[in-house]
């Protein structure tokens, strides 16, 4: 009997044990597992945190992004490029329902299935041009394909206008530069000899120089004025008082053509304004109504006041030979001429181009706006407006 008690209390003992050695290993594991759900739980945030300043970050970029599973269907579509490709949400579409066909097409296919990592390509969709990069992203039957879209048409056109502007510089810089070569090879020892001959070879070689002296101004002006190192410093100053002292030295000029030159300009009028800057607009304009005014002409400087008195409108009026309508849109342009046989009569050295895009730069410096009106074999006027100082 003793024999059976002492066995009982035995596996008594053993199960007490057994339980307690039970119930450390399941509060172990609820420890382990609570631990795991905290750690999943910090998992969770962090990819919910990185998943949320990803499409912030893909929100705010410049480029337009466009994420594309294994099957070239669109997954994601950032403001950029729903603006870029014109769709208002495009996911769940393939990418040639919403951007532009095979070109696209065929770099996402060289992404997706001919293993390429990174390939970027320049497509050009009607008067806008793109660059395309596509990564890939993803492995195996997951693989998929980033899509970033930037529009370069901007960039282009500077390009373009930085390929124009130094080929312009070069074609002006030829031309008196070859006048001057061909000019000094004339002075030979026999030319020497005959006064009247070097007096006029000289003065013609004095007014090319001329000519490189004022383009090179004048493009050291434009310079100065595009990056705004030449900053515009406003007063308040008698608009009669800026067309006539910008007119003296044109009025000769006018003379010898016959060319009637009238004013009219309230005596009181005043303008905001940098007095040396408008002057040379006042200049440039005049000057070019002047060439383009054949003899007997009239030009016609006037000023009003606009917009119930705030600003003051200037118009410089000719009746020269005006401008084709087509030219019209291009006549600020750096170096841009119309009609280059007809841009000087006999004798008169030809303009450097560059005239009324400064005009233009200083104008609006000023706040105001400038623009022309002309009709082939009428005439032009041209107009600008400047802040009143009243």
Not at 166 to 184: F, G, K, M, W, Y
Not at 360 to 373: Q, T, Y
Request: aromatic letters at 6%; hydrophobic letters at 45%; one cysteine or more.
């Amino acid at each position: 009997m003793e024999f059976l008690v002492g066995a009982a209390v035995i596996v008594i003992v053993a199960l007490l044990f057994w339980l307690w050695r039970f119930k450390r290993r399941m509060d172990a594991q609820a420890v382990a597992l609570k631990e795991a759900e905290a750690r999943a739980a910090a998992l969770e945030l962090e990819r919910a945190t990185l998943q949320e300043q990803l499409t912030a970050l893909m929100q705010a970029s410049t480029d337009g992004i466009v994420r594309l599973d294994e099957n070239s269907k669109v997954v994601y579509v950032n403001e950029t490029a729903r603006a870029l490709l014109g769709v208002e949400d495009g996911k769940g579409s393939t990418l040639r329902q919403i951007a532009w066909g095979y070109d696209l097409d065929s770099l996402v296919n060289q992404v997706l299935s001919e293993g390429s990592e990174r390939l970027s390509q320049t497509i050009v969709q009607g008067d806008r041009a793109f660059q395309v990069r596509a990564v890939a992203i993803g492995k195996g039957n997951q693989r998929g394909a980033l899509l970033a879209l930037t529009e370069v048409t901007e960039l282009q056109r500077l390009g373009r206008a930085r390929r124009e502007f130094v080929a312009n510089i070069s074609h002006e810089l030829r031309t008196p530069v070859t006048s001057l070569q061909l000019l000094a090879d004339t002075l030979t020892d026999q030319v020497l000899n005959d006064k009247t001959l070097v007096k006029d070879l000289l003065d013609k070689m004095r007014a090319q120089v001329d000519l490189l002296k004022q383009l090179t101004d004048e493009l050291m002006d434009l310079a100065l004025i595009e990056s705004g190192q030449a900053p515009i410093r406003l007063v308040s100053v008698f608009a009669a008082d800026l067309v006539n002292e910008a007119l003296v030295p044109l009025r000769p000029q006018a003379e010898r053509k016959e060319i009637a030159l009238e004013v009219h300009v309230p005596p009181d009028m005043e303008v905001l304004a940098d007095p040396q800057a408008i002057r040379k607009v006042i200049s440039n304009l005049t000057h070019n109504a002047v060439k383009f005014t054949p003899n007997g002409g009239r030009i016609t400087v006037r000023a009003t006041w606009c917009n119930d008195g705030r600003d003051v409108q200037f118009a410089i009026q000719d009746t020269g030979i005006g401008i084709p309508e087509q030219d019209l849109p291009r006549i600020f342009e750096r170096f841009y001429k119309v009609d280059r046989a007809r841009t000087r009569t006999q004798g008169e050295l030809r303009g450097t181009g560059l005239g009324l895009a400064i005009s233009k730069h200083i104008v609006e410096a000023h706040g105001g706006s400038i623009w022309v009106e002309s009709a082939q074999g009428k005439g032009s006027t041209f107009y600008f407006t400047l802040p009143s100082g009243e």
